[in-house]
């Protein structure tokens, strides 16, 4: 199983970017599907996740500014970042969590991370 991401690179304050990812590979049913991301010196941080079924979440930094839209039956996570801010910075990762296709629970897939950088 592998999740590609790509879309990052750097843009100006205020400006936009879009992330996708698609995985591919014995992925069982996908669940959930969203972004974290990882600034210098921080823990790893939700951003924003497709929880199936019309439902989101997003963090409260990202709230207005950044849409997720999963495709579960595509396999593919998208992140459209809006009116970004330095503080956007980090190297994000897409995650799906899918169905354990060995029985109860879920199986946690990462993207390989794609840089963002905002510049001021």
């Known amino acids: 199983v592998q999740l590609q991401a790509s879309g990052g690179g750097l843009v100006q304050t205020g400006g936009s970017l879009s992330l996708s990812c698609a995985g591919s590979?014995?992925?069982?049913?996908?669940?959930?599907m969203g972004w974290y991301r990882q600034a210098p010196g921080r823990q790893r941080e939700l951003v924003a996740l497709d929880n199936g079924g019309g439902g989101t979440t997003y963090a409260d930094s990202v709230k207005g500014r950044f849409t997720v839209s999963g495709d579960n039956r595509k396999n593919t996570v998208h992140l459209q970042m809006n009116s970004l801010k330095p503080e956007d910075t980090a190297v994000y990762y897409c995650?799906?969590?899918?169905?354990?296709?060995?029985?109860?629970?879920?199986?946690?897939?990462w993207g390989q991370g794609t840089q963002v950088t905002v510049s001021s």
């Open positions: 590979g014995s992925i069982f049913r996908v669940l959930i």
């Open positions: 995650k799906f969590i899918a169905q354990n296709p060995m029985g109860r629970g879920t199986v946690d897939y």
